[in-house]
């Protein structure tokens, strides 16, 4: 058995949807610029850096919800499938309920803030989920999001076995954006992995948890998933955007063979392994697919791309890219290769079963000053 995935911390219509205007619902404004993607980032960052100033809060408590089923747990919360039980309000979400307890002992308070303060920061980019609200009490932090009822992308590779480049060139494309938007914001990810990425109803992954994120140039705490960490985070030098981009050269790599370019029983040998950076690439690769790789999967972060001066253009220009138009990815003008069969709203069959736990509300709350800032 090899390294556990699990994280670790050490210190529309096409004609219409390139046409877009901003609406009352929301929508994106690209505009009819070739240069409508420096463009949209550049307004982007300004609405992110104004929001993460503002650090909203809400005072809406839980009793306004109907809890109805698990979707997944950790060490300390568990995020719940929900509905408004407001008479003009029965939207389903999925909530995120965070004990305090737990976050204080596992020493997760910073990390916590950061990913409530990041998620509220970002508006209506469509590849990241959407935080609704948050709020807390006594006992618990919340986080209420949009649901995505596709479930994880990582649940969709292991059931194909592994997926075609077309669909990897789908699904990364998104990722490449949203890291774009996320770096345009000085914020790293640092947690790039398909159990990552949640599939939307219309088969659109978007970025979710947050925890390990953080609104920073450079940085030198080893952080994430032991088979994505990049390099230079096991050489404990300090480190900024590169280590995303090397998780994307991982996360495409894992889409197209079914595994993961580096692994082992042994946390030491797969660090090793990393930083020797011997990577096979499997015959059914094509030669764009593994050139790009080969500039993703890349010891020198001098030389890898996304970290070079023309930053995420590098990777977007690539060859493997060249049938993909970028803007119609950011309007979500293609069709998926692969939309979740719902049976209805609250259909939770693409999710692994959890066990179910109560939520308990304590009296007091001993917490008060750790968390003012949630």
Sequence with gaps: ??????????????????????????????GTSENWLKEYLERSRKEFD???????????????FTL??????GSFGRVMLAQYNLEANKKVVA????????????KQIEHTLNEKRLLASVTNFPFIVKLVMAFKDTTNLYMVMEFTPGGELFRLIRRKGRVP?????????QVLLALQYLHNANVLYRDLKPENLLIDSSGYPKMADFGFAKKVHQTWTLCGTPQYIAPEMILNKGYGKSVDY?????????????????????????????????????SHFKPQLSNLLSKLIQLDVTKRY??????????INHLWYKEV?????????????????????????NFEKNKEESISIMKTDKYIDEFADF
């Design 165 to 173: 480049e077309a669909w990897a060139q789908f699904y990364s494309a």
């Design 68 to 73: 109805i089923k698990t979707l997944g747990s």
């Design 50 to 64: 104004e929001r993460y100033k503002t650090n909203p809060t809400s005072s809406e408590t839980i009793k306004s």
């Design 246 to 282: 090397w998780g994307l050269g991982i996360l495409i790599y894992e889409m197209v063979a079914g595994y993961v370019p580096f692994d082992h029983k042994t946390p030491i040998r797969l660090y090793e392994m990393i930083v020797e950076c011997n990577v096979n690439y499997p």
């Design 306 to 315: 996304g970290n070079l001066k023309d930053g995420a253009f590098d990777i």
């Design 95 to 106: 909530i995120k309920i965070l004990n305090k307890e737990r976050v204080v002992k596992t």
């Design 1 to 30: 058995m090899n390294v556990n995935r699990s994280c670790i911390r050490l210190g529309a219509d096409e004609t219409h949807m390139t046409n877009i205007l901003e609406s009352k619902s929301g929508d994106l404004v690209l």
């Design 325 to 349: 138009d970028f803007r119609k990815i950011m309007t979500k003008a293609y069709q998926a290769p692969w939309i979740p069969s719902l049976k209805s709203e609250t259909d939770t069959s």
